[in-house]
């Protein structure tokens, strides 16, 4: 049996309880350390899942931790990362790098030449219904890939104060699709544009959009279309369709649980899930595995990485630009 890897965890709000679980519960994990800047609730979390509470510095300056867990705010990401890299630990850092393309870059440039395992959190691509459609348009079932449509609907707002900061609604939400988008398809996109309203969340106009259609090219000549709201009256509605020149393939919405009911010229069907973390927590859970296991030396494909993290984030920033100026923009490829 393998020794296990000893985890830090930086962050512990919402997201990074949802981590803590999964480090806890994984059979090739320690979690030993958690830090936050609210130090009674990395205590929390330690003492819930047997670990200690730390401070950033004292876990990266260990040699006790394999590993490191990015799920602070965002704005800390590009910098927990360099330390953490430069200090030899492997490291699955939550999207996005950074909230600024050009500090992304120049992070990624710098540490890209070190040698340890970086994943970064685009965990929709571990999504079974996704892997499927991915699989089966790598077997060619539908031949040349022409036309592909996604959709992502949140069931509900989040809070104002988390839209402030999340960097607006294409490098938080539409950013999974611009990664997801990438992997299936295997191609870059070349022209993004947008169009966006606050219609849910009017006092948000000012900052962000809540409600967003983008049209996009692809190298090699595939369009897509992307749908993004922040609130639905009927539950998360996630899905994705490719068209190619033999067939359509679908990833569709799901529900929850329940029966279809056939009666008189009626069709009751069951709901979606109820909120979005409902339909992607396992996600989570099976991305963190095949990090565990590619740090053990397991080559895994598809793994998310630092390339992944900038390109999708070069969509996102060209995709706002085009909300912006109300005109089709050309996504600047990344070289580094």
Not at 2 to 12: K, V, W, Y
Not at 60 to 73: C, E, F, Q
Not at 92 to 117: H, N
Not at 289 to 309: M, N, Q, S, Y
């Amino acid at each position: 049996m393998r020794t296990p890897q000893r985890f830090a965890l930086i962050g512990s709000g919402f997201i990074g309880q949802v981590h803590a679980a999964n480090l806890a519960a994984h059979p090739g994990v320690e979690l030993a350390l958690v830090c936050d800047i609210d130090a009674a609730r990395a205590e929390a979390v330690a003492q819930r899942y047997g670990a200690k509470a730390a401070s950033v510095q004292q876990a990266l300056n260990s040699d006790a931790i394999d590993a490191v867990l990015i799920a602070s705010a965002t704005p800390t990401h590009a910098e927990l990362l360099e330390q953490a890299v430069l200090a030899g630990k492997a490291v699955y850092c939550e999207k996005p790098i950074d909230l600024s393309l050009q500090r992304a870059r120049e992070v990624v440039e710098k540490i890209s030449p070190v040698q340890v395992p970086v994943t970064v959190g685009f965990n929709r691509r571990f999504d079974l219904s996704h892997q499927q459609l991915k699989s089966q348009l790598k077997q060619g079932l539908i031949g040349r890939t022409e036309l592909i449509q996604m959709v992502c609907r949140a069931s509900e707002l989040p809070p104002i104060s988390y839209l402030q900061a999340s960097g607006g609604q294409m490098r938080d939400q539409a950013i999974h699709f611009f990664d997801l988008l990438r992997w299936l398809t295997e191609d870059e996109v070349s022209t993004v544009g947008a169009l966006g309203a606050a219609l849910a969340m009017p006092e948000i106009r000012d900052f962000d959009v809540d409600t967003s259609v983008l049209i996009m090219r692809m190298q090699q000549g595939a369009l897509a279309q992307l749908d993004n709201t922040r609130r639905t009256a009927y539950g998360y509605d996630e899905r994705i369709s490719v068209m190619g020149s033999e067939g359509m393939l679908a990833s569709e919405s799901q529900s929850a649980r329940g029966a279809t009911l056939y009666q008189g010229k009626g069709i009751t069907q069951p709901g979606l899930y109820p909120d979005w973390f409902s339909r992607v927590k396992e996600t989570y859970y099976t991305h963190l595995d095949a990090f565990v296991r590619h740090i053990g030396g397991e080559k895994i494909e598809g793994l998310p990485g630092l390339i992944d993290g900038l390109r999708a984030q070069a969509i996102a920033e060209a995709a706002q630009l085009s909300l912006t100026r109300g005109e089709f923009t050309e996504v600047e490829r990344v070289a580094i």
